[in-house]
């Protein structure tokens, strides 16, 4: 009985953030239980289980006397994002040198490429979920759990801020594939840790600055 519980809770859960993502619920939208169920032949629990998972990801928040909308965005929350994102991703890299092995530095390496073919293309949001493929990857092999599930939260929200379209700042981007070269070259020669970790750091609020002076 519960697996079925959750497999409507999915569906709630897809359904109502693949509208959130198309811009059909955009900041502000009220959602209505009642009709989301109708919609799905469901009943309210699992739209309310799906609410408040998306609640907890960030992409829905409670509003008196209104209920449950769809968040809305700021820059400043954005840029707080990124800079939380620049700390723990710079920790969980230099973590994760020590257990590099030369073909995930293979894989690194075509990953760049293909960001490079993506934004020769201009196609951002390609770029974008291949920069995601680039750091997960490094980053599973930082042996914290904790500390790689908090990175995976963080780039949720970033993937919620991202779907309202203002975040890409296409000459950061360039820069970008530069200094993932860069990070391709200190986790090959297995750098020093400190060093590992400040690149990193340094490569995310860079971006936080192209942000701020677009």
Not at 79 to 102: C, F, H, I, P, Q
Not at 128 to 147: D, P, Q, R, T, V
Not at 182 to 193: F, G, H, M, T, V
């Amino acid at each position: 009985m519960e697996s079925k519980t959750k497999n409507k809770t999915q569906i709630a859960y897809e359904y109502i953030l693949s509208r959130i993502e198309n811009g059909l619920y955009g900041p502000g939208y009220r959602i209505v239980i009642d009709q989301i169920a109708r919609e799905l032949s469901l009943s309210s629990i699992p739209v309310r289980e799906a609410i408040r998972q998306l609640e907890a990801e960030g992409w829905i928040q409670y509003k008196p006397y209104t209920g449950a909308i769809v968040s809305n965005i700021n820059e400043k929350e954005y840029l707080e994002t990124l800079s939380v994102l620049a700390v723990l991703e710079g920790y969980a890299t230099a973590l994760s040198s020590s257990n590099m092995k030369e073909g995930m530095i293979q894989q690194l390496t075509e990953l760049n490429k293909k960001m490079e073919q993506a934004l020769q293309e201009f196609d951002f949001e390609r770029f974008s979920e291949l920069n995601y493929e680039f750091h997960a990857l490094i980053y599973k092999h930082c042996g914290n759990a904790y500390l790689e599930e908090q990175i995976k939260q963080i780039w949720q929200r970033m993937r919620r801020i991202r779907a309202y379209g203002f975040t890409f700042v296409p000459q950061r981007a360039k820069e970008s594939i530069k200094e993932h070269e860069e990070i391709i070259r200190l986790l090959k020669e297995q750098a020093p840790r400190n060093e590992i970790e400040g690149f990193v750091r340094q490569h995310k609020l860079n971006t936080v600055e192209a942000f701020k002076n677009r």
